[in-house]
C-alpha cells in the first residue's frame, strides 16, 4: 500500500530521535511506498541535510512554516473571492478567541474545557473553508497577512464575550499574531491535495500533532483517504512550553495556545485511529476530546543492539558492568537544557559527597541544549566542588565532569550509560523519557523524577522521587550506590522490561497490523487506483465480505422449542 508519512520538523530532516523513529518504522516495512511530505520548522531544521532514505521512500515533499511564503503559492485572490475569505477567516478567528453573539456561541456550547462544542465546529467550519479556497486559487498567503486578516482579527478580539486579556490587543501584538498565524496555516496552501499527490495515497501516517496533521485532515476531506495520528510527544504540550520561553506576550499566547488546541481536538475528532506513545500522552489526547475506543497506545522502538554490549556485561558481573572507576559513580545523560534541572542535581550530589566522600557523578552530554545553561552548571560545579587532591603531590580534580558523547572519554553512547553505576534523570518536565529506556537497555539501575511518562516507563524497575526535590533525589541515588547487588537486581529486571516493551521489532509489528487494519476497514474508492500498467494496485480497494442475491429468512422453531418443557423429567420422557 502507499504511506503518505506526515512530519513536522523531523524526518527526513532531523537526525535526532524525533525523526530515527520514522527511518526505522519505514525500514521496517519494505513491502509499502512511502512518500514523506514534511513540514520544515526552521532553517536550521534544512541546513543539516536529509538522512539516506531507503528505496521504499519514493518522493519526498516539503513546505516551510518559517520565513516568508514561497513564491509558487497565490498571493492574489479574486475581489470576488476576498469576502469568502473574510467569512472564513472571520470564522476562524472568533473560534480562537471564543467570543461571539448569544446564541452562537455561548457557555452552554463551549464544552467542559471551553474547546468543544460550537467553537470545535466554528473552528472546523472556517478551517475548511480556507482550504477549499485555497485550493481553489493556489494559495492563500498573501490574504492570511494582509490588512483584511489584521481587521477580522482585530474585530474578533473586540467581540462580545472575549476575555479581557485579549480585548487590549495592540497593534504589534495583532502583528504578531497573524504572523503566527499565516505560518502555522500555511500547509493549506501547499500544493499537495491533487488526485496524483495525497490523493492516491491508501493512508495518511501523521507521526505528530499539530500542523502536521493540516494535511492529513484535508486529504481526508478532500479524496476521503484515512488519516492515522502517532504522538509521542503531545504536540499541544510542547506548543505550550514553547510560548511560555518565547518571549511573546499573554495575549499572543493565549490565540496561539487556542489554535493548537483546537487542531489537536479537530484532528482526534477526524483521526480513523491515535496511537499514542505512552499512557501520559493518551491522557492528553483525552482531555482533548480523543475518543477512547480509537486510542491504542504503542511505544516507540529503539535500537536495543547499540546497547547490547553494555547490556550483556552487567549481567555477566552481576553487579554492574566495571565502570572504570573505583569510585561508586553517578551518570547523568542527556542534552542540557532548564527543564533537565541539572541544578538540582549538582546540589543533591552535594549531599551525596556528604554522606559518601568518595562518590563521583559524570554529566555526559550530547551537542544540541543550551549552551548557556552548560556553562552555568559548569559554574555551579566549580563552586560547590572545587578541584579535590588526594595528598600534597597529587594533581587535583573535582568529583564532577562534563563530557560530551563522542570524545575520546565516552566514543559512543552505549558508553556513556555503561560509565556509572547508577543513572539519574532529574528533569522537570519530560514527555517519553528515551534516556531512561536506553539505560534500562544497558542493564542500569535508575534513579528518576516523577514526570510525564517516567512511572509507565520505569514500571518497578528504579526509583521514583519528586521533582525539584534535591534531599529526594539525594537518597534515593544513596540508597542505590550503597546496596550495589539491589541495584544490579534492578538493573536485570530494567533490562528484561525494556526488551520486552521498546524494541523496533514490537513497534513496527504494532504499525504494520494498523496500516492492514485501517485500509482494510476503509471504505473502497469510487474509481479504483491503478498503476501507469493500468494494474489495480494492492489494498486500494479493500476486501469486504459480500454475499449476492437476497437473504432468505429464517426456518420457523420446531414445536419442541417453542413450547416450555416441564421440569424434572429426564430427556427422553419429555413430550
Keep these: 500500500m502507499r504511506i503518505a508519512l506526515l512530519t513536522e520538523g523531523g524526518y527526513p530532516y532531523a537526525r535526532g530521535e524525533g525523526g530515527a523513529w520514522c527511518d526505522r518504522l519505514v525500514r ?6 512511502f512518500e514523506v511530505y514534511a513540514l520544515s520548522r526552521s532553517e536550521r531544521t534544512e541546513a543539516g541535510g536529509q538522512v539516506e532514505l531507503p528505496p521504499q521512500v519514493r518522493r519526498v515533499r516539503s513546505e516551510r512554516l518559517w520565513g516568508a511564503p514561497p513564491e509558487n503559492h497565490g498571493n492574489r485572490v479574486r475581489t470576488a473571492h476576498r469576502h469568502r475569505f473574510l467569512h472564513h477567516y472571520g470564522e476562524l478567528a472568533a473560534a480562537l478567541t471564543g ?3 448569544p446564541g452562537v456561541l455561548g457557555i452552554a456550547d463551549a464544552g467542559s474545557d471551553g474547546y468543544g462544542g460550537a467553537r470545535a465546529d466554528r473552528f472546523a467550519s472556517g478551517l475548511y473553508g480556507l482550504a477549499e479556497l485555497a485550493r481553489e486559487e493556489g494559495g492563500l498567503p498573501g490574504l492570511l497577512r494582509s490588512e483584511h486578516a489584521l481587521r477580522a482579527l482585530e474585530s474578533a478580539c473586540r467581540a462580545p464575550g472575549v476575555r479581557p486579556l485579549l480585548t487590549g490587543l495592540g497593534v504589534a501584538d495583532l502583528l504578531a499574531a497573524a504572523e503566527l498565524l499565516e505560518r502555522a496555516l500555511r500547509p493549506l496552501s501547499a500544493p499537495w491535495y491533487e488526485p496524483d499527490e495525497l490523493g492516491a495515497a491508501d493512508l495518511c501516517h501523521a507521526v505528530s500533532g499539530g500542523p502536521a496533521t493540516l494535511p492529513g485532515l484535508l486529504a481526508k476531506r478532500f479524496f476521503g483517504t484515512p488519516l492515522l495520528v502517532t504522538e509521542y510527544g503531545v504536540r499541544l504540550r510542547e506548543a505550550l512550553l514553547a510560548h511560555r520561553a518565547s518571549g511573546l506576550s499573554a495575549a499572543v499566547r493565549a490565540l496561539l495556545t487556542a489554535f493548537h488546541r483546537l487542531l489537536a481536538g479537530e484532528s482526534y475528532r477526524e483521526a480513523a485511529l491515535i496511537t499514542p506513545g505512552s499512557t501520559h500522552a493518551r491522557r492528553w489526547q483525552e482531555r482533548c476530546g480523543a475518543d477512547r475506543l480509537r486510542l491504542r497506545t504503542v511505544y516507540p522502538g529503539m535500537e536495543s543492539a547499540r546497547f547490547a554490549r553494555a547490556g550483556e556485561a552487567a549481567e555477566a558481573a552481576g553487579t554492574g558492568a566495571a565502570t572504570g572507576h573505583p569510585d561508586p559513580t553517578l551518570t547523568w545523560v542527556g542534552r542540557p537544557d532548564p527543564s533537565k534541572d541539572l541544578i538540582a542535581l549538582l546540589h543533591a550530589f552535594d549531599a551525596i559527597r556528604t554522606a559518601e566522600p568518595g562518590a563521583r557523578l559524570r554529566i555526559l552530554y550530547v551537542r544540541g541544549g543550551v549552551d548557556s545553561y552548560l556553562a552555568g552548571c559548569r559554574t555551579l560545579a566549580a563552586q560547590l566542588f572545587p578541584d579535590e587532591a588526594r595528598d600534597a603531590v597529587t594533581v587535583g580534580e573535582s568529583p564532577v565532569t562534563f563530557e560530551e558523547i563522542g570524545s575520546p572519554g565516552v566514543p559512543q553512547l552505549a558508553d556513556a550509560y555503561a560509565s556509572g553505576d547508577v543513572v539519574v534523570l532529574s528533569s522537570i518536565v519530560e514527555g517519553f523519557p528515551l534516556s531512561l529506556v536506553e539505560a534500562m537497555f544497558c542493564g542500569r539501575a535508575t534513579v528518576s523524577t516523577d514526570v510525564g511518562a517516567v512511572r509507565e516507563v520505569i514500571g518497578g524497575t528504579g526509583l521514583v522521587v519528586p521533582p525539584r526535590n534535591p534531599a529526594a533525589l539525594a537518597d534515593a541515588c544513596l540508597a542505590l550506590l550503597r546496596e550495589p ?15 520486552a516493551l521498546f524494541t523496533v521489532e514490537r513497534c513496527v509489528g504494532a504499525f504494520r497490523e494498523i496500516y492492514l487494519e485501517l485500509v482494510a476497514h476503509w471504505p473502497v474508492r469510487r474509481e479504483p487506483l491503478r498503476d501507469t500498467d493500468g494494474v489495480p494496485r494492492p489494498f486500494a480497494e479493500p476486501a469486504e465480505a459480500h454475499v449476492p442475491g437476497r437473504l432468505t429468512p429464517a426456518l420457523p422453531a420446531p414445536a419442541w422449542a417453542r413450547h416450555p418443557q ?8 419429555r413430550p
Excluded: I, K
Design 99 to 101: 467570543g461571539g453573539a
Design 485 to 499: 547487588e539491589r541495584a544490579a537486581r534492578l538493573g536485570a529486571a530494567a533490562r528484561e522490561r525494556a526488551l
Design 566 to 573: 416441564p421440569a424434572g423429567l429426564p430427556l427422553g420422557d
Design 28 to 33: 521496517g516495512l519494505p513491502g509499502h511506498e
